[in-house]
């Protein structure tokens, strides 16, 4: 599947004689409806995408559903259970839905994985028989009921607290967290470039890492971070290998104007910025 692609629109790429010939396969987007589909897997014989629907565009503008959408070919392509709420990152297994509840959309109607709601399930996760384990600075482990019904969404209660950034900051990371980071000069917003390298060895814990950074102070702040970082091991063969990567980043420090106590600087993935030229 092709997204964000420049010079090319969201498209299904798809071959029938192992790779020799590629078809080009267009997600509808029509003055309807249009597919955004974000992620495939292979599910009982089937092609399963997943991701958000923008439909009844003719009204208004439409507004956007969940969509799950499957194909036994990847040409001809069927919409499957649309579950009601909007759901989080997916896997070969189901999607996060909320704390403690993962939604299953295979099959004529959706069901839902019931989990401990204690704040320790992300997008990070795997069920094995009625087991299932998520990453959440470390491995956890629980019981997992498959229902019908999913359990209610928990209410906030209290004290909120901003979590720390987790996002993809790198091909195959599991486990990338970045926390933020005091400025050199408070009251300035900027924006930096920021490089990296590093060993990934077999187990898929990180050594050797390197940092180009805009200071000497914030160079080791942001090696730090990145020496706990949790990838998935390259695999040769049968067995892993140790490889080493090369990682781009933006360091984006801003903070409440007037308040310079309150300036942080954060790190992104280069890529999160890129946008397809149409």
């Known amino acids: 599947m092709l997204r964000r692609q420049p010079n090319v629109e969201d498209a299904m790429v798809i071959t029938k004689d192992a790779g020799k010939s590629w078809k080009l396969v267009h997600m509808q987007n029509d003055a309807s409806n249009r597919v955004l ?77 019931s989990m401990p709601q204690d704040a320790s399930l992300n997008n990070k996760w795997a069920i094995t028989g009625s087991t299932a384990c998520t990453i959440n600075g470390d491995l956890k482990c629980a019981f997992a009921a498959l229902t019908d019904a999913p359990q209610s969404r928990p209410e906030t209660r209290g004290v909120i607290y901003i979590s720390v950034s987790d996002k993809q900051m790198a091909p195959g990371c599991l486990e990338c967290k970045v926390e933020p980071i005091v400025p050199d000069k408070p009251g300035t917003r900027s924006i930096a470039k920021v490089s990296a390298s590093l060993t990934v ?53 801003s903070g409440i104007p007037g308040n310079p106590e309150t300036d942080r600087c954060s790190l992104h993935s280069s890529d999160e910025f890129s946008r397809p030229d149409q």
């Open 37 to 113: 589909a974000r992620t495939v897997f292979v599910h009982g014989g089937e092609y399963w995408a997943f991701g958000m629907e923008l439909i009844h565009r003719e009204k208004g503008g439409g507004y956007g559903v969940p969509l799950t959408i499957h194909s036994r070919d990847g040409e001809t392509w069927t919409h499957g259970a649309r579950g009601p709420n909007e759901f989080g990152a997916c896997t070969s297994q189901g999607c996060y839905l909320w704390d403690g509840v993962v939604e299953v959309l295979y099959g004529e109607h959706e069901q839902f994985w």
């Open 201 to 253: 060895r077999r187990d898929g814990s990180v050594s050797d890492v390197s940092v180009d950074a805009p200071s000497r102070r914030i160079s080791k702040i942001i090696k730090d971070q990145l020496a706990a970082w949790l990838f998935e091991p390259a695999h040769n063969g049968g067995g892993t290998t140790e490889t080493r990567k090369n990682l781009s980043m933006l360091l984006m420090c």
